[in-house]
């Protein structure tokens, strides 16, 4: 699996505070199945320790430390972007904040609250944002969209695409709001990616919850390896998103409609 949403690098956000910290958040990873995390430190105003200049250098030094601790796991440079950041941020910081610093695929943090004013007129009218795909990270929290999922159903007929946390589909968050709104675009068709926007390891409520992957499989099918695998791979190379897999419903409509010919 590619997990592309990863607080993982140590002393920089509300991340590990230690590298020790980001060794056990890494092997948490490799031992759930994850093969490739996606380093993405906020970008935003609080946390001005987050250098984008820094954060090749950075990844470099956790895989050296994976490497010594026998952890199996790439580290890829990216950045969990705040959009008022991004509106002011170089087009060179930008480059490096997105994922793998190819300058093509940018992780673009949804508020936990309201979204801003003209929020979907600065996603597609800005030129700082100009170019890029956006990946909208963990849409399901935001209060806004739990009030009106058409609306980010529209960002996505647009082109936007979305990364659900796999821990949002755990069956401790079925009945919270955000919970609710993740099942319900998972049935929908409207999640590109599941990730674990982990902070840290062990029993902490910000801990990867990768087991709930087996959610996603049995609502959709293959299409939730397809969000952590074809999906993910795509967005790391600067690619088309290949074609999800049919859910079996749309498997079972084919043959009905095979049947009635």
Not at 202 to 207: D, E, L, T
Request: charged share 25%; proline share 8%.
């Amino acid at each position: 699996m590619i997990d592309l949403h990863c607080h993982i690098l140590s002393g920089i956000d509300d991340g590990p505070p230690t590298v020790e910290d980001s060794v056990a958040l890494g092997r948490a990873l490799a031992e759930a199945g994850v093969s490739t995390v996606a380093a993405t430190p906020h970008l935003r105003d609080d946390y001005p320790g987050v250098a984008p200049a820094e954060l090749a250098e950075r990844c470099e030094g956790l895989a050296g430390e994976f490497a010594r601790a026998g952890v199996g796991l790439k580290v890829v440079p990216a950045g969990e972007v705040d959009l008022l950041w991004a509106l002011e941020a170089s087009p060179e910081q930008l480059r490096l904040a997105s994922y793998g610093q190819r300058g093509t695929d940018l992780l673009l943090e949804t508020p936990y609250g309201l979204l801003p004013p003209r929020f979907e007129e600065h996603l597609f009218e800005s030129s700082a944002l100009a170019g890029y795909r956006i990946l909208l990270g963990h849409p399901e929290r935001s209060l806004s969209f739990q009030s009106d999922p058409d609306r980010l159903a529209e960002l996505v007929r647009r082109g936007v695409l979305v990364q659900v946390t796999v821990g949002s589909l755990a069956r401790s968050s079925r009945r919270s709001g955000f919970g609710q709104l993740a099942h319900r675009l998972l049935r929908d068709g409207l999640v590109h990616v599941l990730a674990s926007d982990a902070h840290s390891a062990g029993a902490s409520p910000r801990a990867p919850e990768w087991s709930a992957i087996e959610t996603a499989r049995a609502l959709v099918g293959p299409q939730a390896d397809w969000m952590v695998e074809a999906a993910p791979r795509a967005i790391l190379d600067g690619t088309p998103l290949p074609p999800p897999p049919p859910t079996q419903s749309e498997k079972m409509s084919r043959w009905r409609l095979g049947r009635g010919r």
